[in-house]
């Protein structure tokens, strides 16, 4: 009975030790699946993430030409002020204005920035002015105003005879005007104005 027990022993070890083999190759294997399946899928991700750069390299000369062309049709707008903020374009606008003021040959006497709320995408920036004028000077002021580039409007117009040349009463000069108006360009309006 001794030799029979260390048969059945041996085979039972050894029936053991292939189930433990059997184990491992079918563990060995079924990692080995889920790994090539994994890999599948991050193969298969990465074809598709490399189809959608080839599309969007194909269509980048076409938005780099619509780009540049925007550009230049925004650049190339001469009808509204280029500055991005309020302050710049306030100091623009009134630095502007007194020189068309100078180069008309009227007195500057006050200038002042209006506040202003932006409308349908656009700030207007708005200027009132106070000078004093010939008629002559008063003439080509307003024309210079209306003719330039950014393209400007005059509102609130008042003129009337200086109170100075009515105390002097003299008629060989030129008649002396106090002029007061409102000045408004356009701006595209942006987060920060």
Do not use: C, W
């Amino acid at each position: 009975m001794g030799i029979e027990y260390e048969g059945t022993a041996h085979r039972y070890i050894a029936l053991t030790i292939l189930l433990a083999v059997i184990y491992i190759v079918v563990l060995s294997v079924v990692t080995l699946l889920q790994q090539s399946s994994a890999t599948q899928q991050r193969y298969e991700h990465a074809q598709l993430q490399l189809d959608k750069y080839k599309t969007v390299a194909a269509s980048l000369p076409k938005a780099q030409a619509e780009h540049g062309r925007l550009i230049k049709f925004n650049g190339a707008d001469e009808h509204y002020l280029n500055e991005t903020t309020l302050p710049v374009a306030q100091a623009s606008l009134q630095k502007k204005l007194q020189q068309l003021i100078q180069s008309s040959g009227a007195n500057l006497i006050s200038m002042q920035a209006a506040q202003s709320m932006a409308d349908g995408g656009f700030l207007p920036i708005t200027m009132k002015v106070r000078l004093r004028s010939s008629h002559q000077a008063l003439l080509k002021l307003l024309y210079q105003l209306e003719s330039q580039k950014p393209t400007g409007f005059v509102y609130d117009l008042h003129i009337q005879r200086s109170a100075v040349a009515r105390r002097r009463q003299m008629t060989t000069e030129a008649t002396v005007l106090d002029v007061n108006f409102d000045y408004t360009v356009f701006m595209a309006a942006t987060d920060d104005s």
